[in-house]
């Protein structure tokens, strides 16, 4: 590492990679940029609280050795008007950890956006935000606890891109004549137009990090968000090959939602991490409705900027958000709100995004006791109502502090805490109560559990009806038929007979075998009339599957079979009903 302005902390040594994993030193040299506005107002005030942190926690044994990297502004002064130079790119990848303050996005300078620009050169494709309560932050849920999620956004691809034409520009036309003559589509004349890639290899990559970063930290479960029931060949993709990868790559240790309860019955195998999906707007509603279903949630470019930002909303707002830009290893961790250029230099704003990005950044790189101290001494110092003018405003009988006065008061809190193995103990056996109480309502009402959680039905398993009505092959057609009127359905499954297969006999053979053969209801054996063998099929067929083998049999419906014996019924009644209520997601 050498540059033309950056200083490489003397007594540093750099993080390294080995076998796929970070290789932290007890000096590692951590990047870190000022940024623009309140930028370095915040910065000041959390890196002193990030070294506190690490003092207390390691008693001096560890230490970070900040390596001051330039962007935004201060670059343009040093680096003759380049508000990213090849440098500050050199210095992110070479350190492989650092955290920015937030930049301003200069007007007319080639970039979209001096963030924008950050993750399409170092490619860091995640964008991670973790979002939970803690105690004391104005939140307007009733229970706002229940919030804690890691959402991990696609940031390379999805309308995000960049690939858009302009209405009426000559590029326009081309795109708008090519879609209309080669391919058949219609949109109105002046349309701009704009085109959404979304490929296997940037979703599978998002989705393996988000199932790694699940498995790591004993996460119970990852949400797909998507709108694979509009969007078939770009979110329904997205959604197929997230369960592709989880299957593949981690099929030891993730088990379907689908298997949870067909198999398990609502239990989760010990250290297994739950795959599921869920369309964006059920996802908006559940977040609000029951955000405790959710832990890990993987979604799209556009689906993860929605959701991110109100997701945050729900606990205290975007303006205390942490988060990271990731790629396999590099990671920037970042405030993610902006410069708020109005109070820039007045030591007023809440740190309290960049400050929690540190936390997450602490424990990127292993040092999880020093983040778990921050953790447990900023709602205890928000309690306290000594908050910036943010908070103030929004609570009753508060304390306004300085973002420096509020530095001041978190390091005198987190210095009278100690033992953080204790402290994170204490969550996680808070974080594995709540986990089993959720278990036994699913294990105790599987599909009140599955239908309150916001699950689109999937397999025949999820549609059954699990009221099976049967009947002896030697009873009579008379007596089946009555058997049929009293429970209101239109088929009964006939026993099998000296071990043969089951039967089903249904008002349709009534009609055929009875009043077109002028026999007597009353003479027949409804094991004379039943269609045998039945056409079953296991719990996890899916939809699509199931359709094809009703059509291919001309049949109206299956048996779902478990271990060889028959536990529920799916008719086409079904399958309409399930498309009527939740369209169709593409198979
Ligand atoms: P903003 O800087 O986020 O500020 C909007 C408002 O949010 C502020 O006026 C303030 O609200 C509140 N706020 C933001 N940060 C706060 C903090 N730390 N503590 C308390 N309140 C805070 O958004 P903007 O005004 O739209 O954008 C300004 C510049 O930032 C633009 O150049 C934009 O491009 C850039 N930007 C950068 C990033 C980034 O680098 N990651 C992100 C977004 C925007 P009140 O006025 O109600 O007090």
Not at 268 to 274: A, D, F, I, L
Not at 390 to 410: C, H, I, K, N
Not at 461 to 487: K, N
Request: charged share 25%; proline share 6%; with cysteine.
């Amino acid at each position: 590492m050498s540059y033309q302005h950056l200083v490489v902390p003397p007594g540093g040594s750099r993080i390294t990679v080995r076998d796929g994993r970070l290789v932290v030193p007890d000096n590692p040299i951590l990047g870190f940029v000022r940024g623009d506005g309140i930028g370095p107002d915040i910065m000041r005030a959390s890196l002193r609280v990030w070294d506190a942190a690490v003092s207390q926690a390691f008693g001096g044994r560890r230490r970070v050795h900040w390596m001051e990297i330039y962007m935004g502004e201060q670059a343009v002064a040093k680096y003759g008007g380049d508000p990213f130079p090849p440098e500050a790119q050199a210095a992110l990848k070479d350190v492989l950890v650092s955290i920015k303050g937030p930049l301003t996005t200069p007007v007319g300078g080639g970039f979209r956006s001096l963030n924008v620009a950050l993750r399409q050169q170092l490619d860091l494709y995640a964008c991670v935000r973790p979002v939970r309560y803690y105690a004391g932050v104005p939140s307007p849920l009733r229970e706002p606890e229940a919030v804690d999620v890691v959402i991990f956004r696609e940031n390379t691809e999805d309308v995000y891109a960049g690939i858009e034409f302009k209405a009426g520009s000559p590029e326009n036309g081309k795109l708008a004549k090519f879609l209309r003559e080669e391919l058949g589509a219609s949109f109105f004349e002046d349309a701009g137009l704009g085109v959404k890639p979304m490929s296997a290899f940037g979703s599978k990559r998002l989705v393996r990090k988000a199932i790694r970063y699940a498995l790591d930290h004993g996460r119970e479960s990852v949400t797909l968000v998507h709108k694979g029931n509009i969007m078939k060949y770009t979110e329904g993709a997205f959604r197929n090959w997230g369960y592709e990868v989880a299957r593949e790559e981690f099929g030891e240790r993730t088990i379907t939602e689908e298997e949870l309860y067909s198999r398990h019955g609502g239990k989760r195998p010990e250290g297994k991490v739950v795959i599921k999906d869920r369309i964006a707007d059920i996802m908006f509603q559940m977040m609000l409705l029951r955000p405790s279903e959710f832990d890990v949630i993987a979604t799209p470019n556009l689906n993860g900027d929605y959701l991110s930002d109100a997701i945050a909303a729900e606990v205290g707002g975007v303006g205390i958000a942490p988060g990271a830009n990731m790629a396999d290893h590099l990671a920037v961790f970042e405030a993610t709100h902006g410069t708020a250029p109005k109070y820039a230099g007045q030591d007023k704003v809440n740190p309290g995004s960049l400050l929690l990005s540190g936390v997450m950044m602490l424990e990127y790189i292993g040092w999880t006791e020093a983040a778990t101290l921050i953790r447990h001494a900023y709602p205890r110092v928000v309690q306290k109502g000594v908050v910036t003018y943010d908070f103030a405003r929004q609570m009753e009988g508060a304390t306004e502090v300085s973002t420096s006065g509020f530095a001041d008061a978190l390091i005198a809190e987190l210095r009278g805490l100690s033992d953080p193995v204790a402290l994170r103990q204490a969550r996680r056996r808070t974080i594995e109560s709540l986990q089993r109480a959720r278990e036994a309502q699913r294990v105790a009402e599987p599909e009140a559990a599955m239908e309150a959680s916001g699950r689109l039905p999937t397999s025949v398993a999820d549609i059954m009806t699990r009221l099976l009505v049967t009947v002896s092959p030697r009873s009579t057609v008379e007596q089946a038929m009555h058997t049929m009127r009293e429970h209101g359905v239109s088929s009964v499954l006939v026993e099998p007979e000296a071990g043969g297969p089951w039967g089903i006999m249904t008002q349709r053979d009534v009609v055929s075998r009875i009043v077109n053969a002028n026999r007597s209801p009353a003479e027949v054996k409804a094991g004379d009339i039943a269609t045998r063998p039945l056409i079953m099929v296991p719990g996890l067929t899916s939809l699509h599957d199931c359709s094809t083998r009703m059509l291919a049999a001309n049949i109206r419906r299956v048996v779902v079979e478990q271990d060889g014996a028959p536990v529920g019924i799916v008719s086409d009644t079904d399958l309409f009903r399930v498309v009527d209520e939740h369209g169709w997601v593409h198979a």
